[in-house]
């Protein structure tokens, strides 16, 4: 049981089968601790902040019976210059698998070219495949996969938005987008799936019907500068009670976490019983777990 490719960088590089492979994989080693990656060692390589992807692969790690290398770029060479073909080159030498949070979506995608083991991408400023597989394996216990309806709503030029339309493009998920026009998704992501999102920018014809609804922060890690502007371009989709009751009556709500309650959604929001962000992120190291095995078992 393999992933059809080496490395997990972009939803796109994986067919629906993988996704389905990975999320079965999850359910078995669901709260197991085992030894199927004794010995291996993966190298988390932190060009930016995390809570969640930092604690849930050491965990992961763990509970598979390897070893997790924390790695801030502050404290590598990377930080003085250092090329990022070199640093792959070198840390793969030692190590099983790397996992980096980059700024750079390229130079991710450089880092697994000169990379001898497993590249998996803990989230650029394009894409965040970890997150958005175990939102869908989220949605797939919560509510079934199937006549399921996402509304992600807020800023669609979203490293999450990006992943959760691969996702599910790929599974045949229905899914909507609703954001202003100035801040539509990536060409190239409309391109990948095939325009078969639907994209608004009105709230009420989003949320008809919705199963789920789905925000992300509206300043993403390094566009503190453009903070002001996005905040009050975006508050007409702060996700509220009030928007919350165009959705379906059993709606739920998700957020990839750090919340900036208050702005993209409320506290009355992200504290209500439609609430799943906590097992969102319980989630992370259930699929994160699955991917390590795949990706790295002999
Ligand atoms: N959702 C997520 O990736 O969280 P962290 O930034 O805390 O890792
Ligand atoms: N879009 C957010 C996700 C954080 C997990 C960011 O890039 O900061």
């Known amino acids: 049981m393999k992933l059809s490719a080496k490395h997990l960088i972009s939803i796109n590089d994986l067919t629906k089968k993988d996704i389905e492979l990975i999320f079965k994989t999850a359910d078995k080693l669901y709260r197991r601790k ?5 010995q291996k060692t993966l190298a988390m390589i932190f060009e930016k ?8 692969f050491e965990v992961a790690m763990t509970q598979l019976g390897g070893h997790a290398l924390d790695l801030t770029t502050t404290k590598l060479q990377a930080s003085r210059g250092e090329a990022v073909k070199d640093t792959a080159a070198v840390v793969s030498r030692y190590v099983d698998g790397i996992m980096a ?11 697994a070219r000169h990379s001898s083991v497993p590249v998996i991408n803990g989230l650029t400023d394009f894409l965040h495949p970890c997150q958005a597989l175990a939102d869908l394996y989220t949605i797939k216990k919560k509510k079934g996969l199937k006549n399921v309806k996402l509304v992600y709503i807020g800023d669609a030029n979203n490293n999450v938005c990006h992943s959760l339309m691969h996702c599910c493009h790929k599974l045949d998920v229905n899914m909507a987008v609703c954001c202003p026009k100035k801040y539509l998704p990536d060409e190239q992501i409309m391109k990948n799936t095939h325009n078969s999102i639907k994209i608004t920018d ?3 014809e989003a949320l008809k019907d919705a199963d789920v609804v789905y925000t ?3 300043v993403s890690m390094g566009q503190e500068k453009e903070a002001k502007k996005k905040i009050a371009d975006l508050k007409p989709y702060q996700v509220n009670s009030k928007l919350m009751h165009l959705a379906k009556s059993d709606a739920i709500f998700m957020h990839c976490l750090p919340a900036h309650r208050g702005q993209e959604v409320t506290d009355k929001v992200i504290d209500s019983e439609k609430s799943v962000v906590y097992d969102q992120a319980e989630n992370r190291l259930h699929v994160q777990k699955a991917i390590l095995y795949l990706l790295m078992k002999k």
């Open 34 to 38: 085992l030894s199927a990656l004794r």
């Open 49 to 56: 902040s995390s809570t969640r992807t930092r604690i849930s």
């Open 101 to 111: 949070r980059l700024y750079s979506h390229e130079h991710l995608l450089e880092m």
């Open 202 to 204: 009105s709230i009420s």
């Open 216 to 218: 992300d922060t509206w």
